[in-house]
Structure formats: C-alpha cells, structure tokens
C-alpha cells in the first residue's frame, strides 16, 4: 500500500470546519480531479445525513449518533440509495459498563451482517472514551478486537481537555497493538508535527509522530519510547525518525484520522519534504 494513501478521512462538515453537508459533498467529489485525490479517504457524515446524499457519488464513512440499536438503520438506508458505504463509527456511551457496551454493538454488527444490511467487507470503528486504559476499558477493546471491529481514538477537539496525553494516546496504541487491531484517530491531527496552536493554545499531537510512535511500538519499544516520539517538538528529529521508520508497516494499524481540512495536513506534509508522488 502507498505510504500515504487514504491517509486523511474527509470530515469537513464536522467542526471547526463545519462545512454545509452538500458544499462538502460536492468540494469532496471535485478533488477526485487533483494530483494528490489519493491522500484522501472517504467522505465522513453523520447518520442523520444519509437521507440528504442520495445519489451522491461519493464513498461514505457514516457516525452513528445513537446507541447500537441505531447501527443497522444507516447501513441499510445507504444500501437503499445506492450508496457506497466506506464504514460505520460508532462510540461507547455506557461509561458503567464498557465491555457490556462493546458486546452490544458487536451483537448489532453481526445483525445488521446477518441480514445483509450490511456487507462482511465494510469495517465498524468503536470509539472507546477518553482517558486512561481501565480495566474496564481493556475489556471493551478485548470484545472490539475479538469481533475484529476496529478501535476509534479521539486525539483532540475544540477543548482542551479533548486532547489526550502523550501517556495517554501510548497507552492506546499499546492497545490495539497488543490485540493486532486496527485503529484510526479523529480530531485535532491537523499537522504533521507537533504544534500549539497559537490561537487556543491547545497542544496538538502530530499524525507523523504517531505514524512513528505506532511503527516503533509495533517493533516492540517501550513504552517511554513511545511516549517520547508521541510529545518530541523538535521538527527535524520528528522527520528524521519518520525517515528512518518503515511508516507503510505502521498504517496497517493507524488506517486513518480525520480532519476538517484536508487541505491543511497535507500541505503540513509536503513541507517535511518526506512526501513522494501519490
């Protein structure tokens, strides 16, 4: 697989961004015609969108707003229209009883499976919540990964507290890894490298240091390691880690983030100049 295809999930219509749905629906379908159209995955919508893209020609990665019992509906709908469904996101929402929750939705899968609402081949994201890797919260990811769903990480958002620690997003990784489970991220990956931003001064983590952090974890680094190439700010030894670091092998694992600009990382990419021709 290309080093960087797919790499960004196009979630435009999600803040800050908050593009209106069919003004990205259709900048989203326009960019088929660029150099760089590879470095895009599919187009990221909620649920309650569905009704409103008929027709559309894009591929669509579809955000559950409801619990499990809310899964299939959507998948069938995107069936019905004729529309390419990419995936399913769906998160946890009983804090009380993640493992419990985590079997619910995987119950559902199989259901919406089952009855052919939704094909063997589209792959579910579960979104586990913020924080650090509870007994509980391994649990869930035991059921996630035993069903072979894959694992959902929100790494930023519009508060600080949204934004998980270096420590934190290791521990994550740990995770799927330990349990040879894919996982892709959302939010707050809008760079290459590690930055604050000036305006909110939020801490970003960078999708190169993770790429990087998740190759070396995968090759059996520590966790300290991890954690030290998650939080480096020094730009040059970031991109000379990433050259040096088999990043095709790491996107078996990290499979994509989204981010409402997909414009932004990768002009955030080309200037590492690491970025070969897609």
Known sequence: MPTWLGLVDD????????????????????????????????????????????????????????????????AGLCRKLGIDLAGLEIALRDPDDLP???????????????????????????????????????????????????????????????????RQLAGWIDAALDRETS????????????????????EHHGFLNVLSATAHAFEGGTTEEVVALLDEKDDGRVITTAINTDIDAARRWFTSFGSCSVEEPLESLAATGILEDL
């Open 100 to 166: 419990g929750n985590a079997r619910r939705v995987v119950a559902a899968v199989d259901a919406a499976r089952t009855d052919g609402a939704l094909d063997d081949d589209v792959p579910v994201f579960v979104e586990l919540p913020q924080g650090d890797t509870t007994t509980g919260w391994l649990s869930a990811a035991d059921e996630v990964a035993a069903a072979e769903l894959r694992l959902k990480f929100r790494t930023g958002g519009l508060e600080a507290h949204l934004f998980p620690t270096a």
């Open 11 to 74: 979630a435009a219509i999600f803040p800050p961004g908050n593009a209106p749905l069919h003004d990205a629906a259709a900048a989203h379908v326009a960019r088929r015609e660029e150099w760089w159209e590879a470095f895009v995955g599919p187009l990221v919508v909620k649920d309650t969108d569905v009704p409103l893209l008929r027709g559309t020609p894009a591929r669509l990665t579809v955000v559950v707003t409801g619990g499990a019992g809310q899964l299939a509906g959507p």
């Open 183 to 202: 996982f892709k991220c959302t939010a707050g990956l809008h760079q290459a490298l590690r930055h604050r931003d000036p305006e909110t001064g939020f």
